[in-house]
């Protein structure tokens, strides 16, 4: 798209305006899930949490979210049915891990009992850790599942912010879960947010997730915004971010077989001309959807607001909620192209970032990426590299940067 010509706004918006799901040409189907069975509860109290006391959380006034067993056989049975022959069940919160080691165990029997033969089904879980243990390792091994462990560094960081109810740091409680899982060999990575405590260190990072055995870490920029618009204490700049990442990769370039740094990944990933894993460098957001504890879908875990509610398991079938056109509507916010992105060089592998962090400190979708400048900072480094690593690892040359209308609809 250019700037000259924004697209309407499609679906069920906040403008009101609504257009029936068939003039809106092919349905992107739901390639995972991002599934909360504990919606936004947690065990912990981490001082930067986007989801602690947030207004717009439509159940946040409810004290007990937990999906029932009937939620969860009626997930598993319709999306396997939907996502034939490849499905992937994520699992996050809140902490997922409070909807009980059993709920997990079921799920698994649930997934036997509903695939069919030659069905590809992976499992994920994104976890604080604490209530890990050899039981939960046992079922992860046993069934290959990918775990993320959140891990902000060593520990006077990692305890700077990530707090337990009481008020402690949970560095100690991580670290013994860890151990539980490379015991039986899980595969798991580490999430670590960067914030005012780390991103000064990328060295003292990259040192001691090494020290620990860690071979695969992805790196969360925080940028949660006062309603003036003003930063948060332990938010971080475009600028601290940029040089973080500059760092990281001079550090891991010479490890880059050895050890996996998702962003790095996720660019060699587009210049390989394959889509990328994250979802911030796709064209569009629709590669997934949310399921909350009661069935309640939404486009991305950053909007479970009633606004963009997409229907309910119990009442739509996926192929309803694939097509609903608020679906769309919100996939297309990704293309409202920024004036800097249609004459930026990045702009065939960065598609104008993520929309949560436009719509950043102001609330406006229209607005640029708030780690813009981190991003051009780490493509000008790394694009030359990984283009000529690319081409040695695939025989052919990478994919060029090209300035491209944004937009499929
Ligand atoms: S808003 Fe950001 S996190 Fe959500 S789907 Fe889009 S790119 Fe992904
Ligand atoms: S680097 Fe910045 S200007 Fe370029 S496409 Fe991304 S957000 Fe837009």
Redesign the pocket.
Known sequence: MSSGNPLPILGQSTSGISIAAEHLGPVPRITSLLIKPASAVCNLDCSYCFYLDRDADPYKELPARRMTADTLERLVDTYLFYSYPNATFAFQGGEPTLAGLDFFTKLVELQKQYGRSGHNVANALQTNAVLLDDNWAQLFREYNWLLGVSLDGPEEINDAYRFNKAQHGTYKQVMRAIEALQKRKVDFNILCVLSQANVEKPRELYKFYKSIGVDNVQFIPLAEFNPDGSRMPFTITAEQYGKFLVEMFDLWWPDRRKMRIRFFDNIAEALAGMKPGSCTMHETCDSYVVVEYNGDIYPCDFFVEGGWKLGNITMDSWGEIARRARRYSFAQKKTLS?P??VV?D??SI????CPKFRHGPHGRFED??YF?QA??MI?KRAVGPLQKEVQRLLGRPATELTRQALSPY
């Open positions: 920024h800097e992105c930026c990045y702009q960065c598609h104008g970032g640029l990426d813009c991003y051009k493509y």
